[in-house]
């Protein structure tokens, strides 16, 4: 549902614009990786969700390994016991329907089931991991809340927080914590871009769209891109 790729050519050319070649691009809430696959150079994932970085690791060093088959027993088998694994990582979202966490076997546009089903979305799920794979070369993922996150000095980064007022983590997130998180990592000399709806005034809305909503099609929301102002 929080997927940047449909805005990802609006919003990186402004994110990268004065990026230096020696400069570490940072992710703090990486999700699918579906901007950070996008960026060269220097590049660390970070994401709370240690099945997201495990998902992300197998893609970037072995997606071909993914099984050709993963039917609905094996997925309830995954959901029951959920090792911590690159293949549980990736059928537990992908493989999940509307992308929830172990959401329920997806279904093709005809709501079946049985092994032609079964098939074809194992299919997607490692066509998808082969696509992806090649983009996240040389990329460090790793397992960390934004707070606890090493960052290396003067980087890039960019957060993709649960947006207030919207569906959050399920164990909460504050809201007034990370803003000030953020003001304290752009003090510190790094270069900071958050997506959100609506920012605190001492932030600069410095790109927005309207982009209709991924489960909504009726509705649309002004995506925006803010950095700390340096006024304040």
């Not at 919207?166 to 914590?177: A, K, L, M, P, V």
Request: hydrophobic share 35%.
């Amino acid at each position: 549902m929080g997927s940047k790729n449909r805005i990802a050519k609006d919003i990186l050319p402004i994110i990268l614009k004065d990026r230096k070649p020696e400069q570490w691009y940072v992710e703090t809430m990486v999700g699918g990786g579906n901007l950070i696959d996008k960026v060269t150079g220097l590049r660390i994932g970070a994401d709370i969700n240690p099945y997201v970085i495990e998902a992300l690791k197998f893609i970037r060093d072995t997606p071909a390994d993914f099984p050709d088959h993963i039917s609905e027993f094996d997925y309830k088998e995954m959901q029951a016991f959920q090792f911590l694994d690159g293949v549980t990582g990736i059928a537990g979202f992908d493989m999940s329907f509307g992308g929830k966490w172990f959401g329920g076997y997806r279904r093709d546009v005809k709501g079946e089931s049985g092994i032609e089903n079964e098939l074809t979305q194992t299919r997607r799920a490692k066509n998808l991991a082969l696509a992806q794979g090649p983009k996240l070369k040389g990329c460090l993922f790793v397992n960390s809340s934004y707070e606890y996150l090493d960052i290396p000095p003067n980087s890039i980064i960019y957060c993709d927080p649960p947006y207030e007022g919207t569906t959050g983590y399920r164990d909460g997130f504050s809201h007034i914590e990370f803003w000030d998180w953020v003001r304290k990592k752009s003090i510190e000399g790094h270069t900071v871009f958050i997506s959100e709806y609506n920012a605190p005034e001492d932030f600069d809305c410095v790109w927005s769209k309207e982009i209709p909503n991924a489960l909504n099609l009726d509705k649309k929301n002004v995506e925006k891109l803010f950095t700390y102002s340096d006024l304040f």
